[in-house]
């Protein structure tokens, strides 16, 4: 049996939301920073992988994605409301960073970092959604595959160091797409945020 291998994928894509027969553009990438990543690592959805890894070089694609194939179905346990002590710096509500629609970092009992957006700020608590912001929609994904070949044993190896060395060593910040944890009781991250670039 011949050995499957990891690809390395290049591509450039618009993505839109579905809803009402109405599309709506959510995220698009350019030649310029197209979204690249190595097959069987889970750093792009499983379907997205699985529609775009067949595809050559210059292959065009338009798939879509329904929620049980993309972020899941959208969660009304997922809004927790936290008091305003976890969001305080130097005895100060952290007004800078947290201000409705803000997308933040958390940190739960466990020290697993996790994002999460915040809905409303009162003055007994911050209400945050910890569902991903894609979550409940159909997916569309238009675009191009810019590079598909095997990836190389550097490129691997590479990969597995930052997977497994932490996530995020630039800003301190979730690098991957390991955002969505369980567990609210939080504490309050304001560095550079997720810098997933991608919704995958």
Do not use: W
Not at 33 to 60: N, W
Not at 73 to 90: A, C, T, W
Request: proline share 2%.
């Amino acid at each position: 049996m011949e050995e499957k291998k990891n690809k390395f994928m290049s591509v450039v894509y618009q993505l839109y939301s579905i809803a009402d027969g109405e599309k709506h553009l959510e995220e698009q990438t350019g030649d310029e920073r197209p979204f690249e990543f190595i097959t069987g690592f889970s750093i792009a959805l499983d379907a997205f992988e699985q529609q775009v890894m067949q595809l050559e070089k210059g292959a065009k694609f338009d798939f879509t994605l329904q929620p049980s194939e993309a972020f899941g179905d959208y969660e009304p346990e997922g809004v927790h409301k936290l008091g305003r002590d976890v969001f305080m710096i130097n005895g100060h509500f952290d007004h800078e960073n947290i201000f409705e629609d803000a997308v933040i970092t958390l940190m739960d009992n466990e020290d697993h970092q996790f994002m999460a957006k915040v809905k409303k700020i009162e003055e007994d608590g911050v209400t945050i959604d910890t569902n991903h912001p894609l979550a409940g929609k159909v997916l569309n994904f238009v675009g191009t595959v810019i590079e598909n070949r095997d990836a190389t044993d550097e490129e691997i190896q590479h990969l597995i160091k930052h997977l497994t060395g932490g996530c995020g060593h630039h800003h301190g910040g979730c690098n991957c797409d390991d955002c969505q944890k369980e567990g609210c009781e939080g504490h309050h991250h304001h560095e550079d945020g997720c810098g997933c670039g991608h919704c995958h």
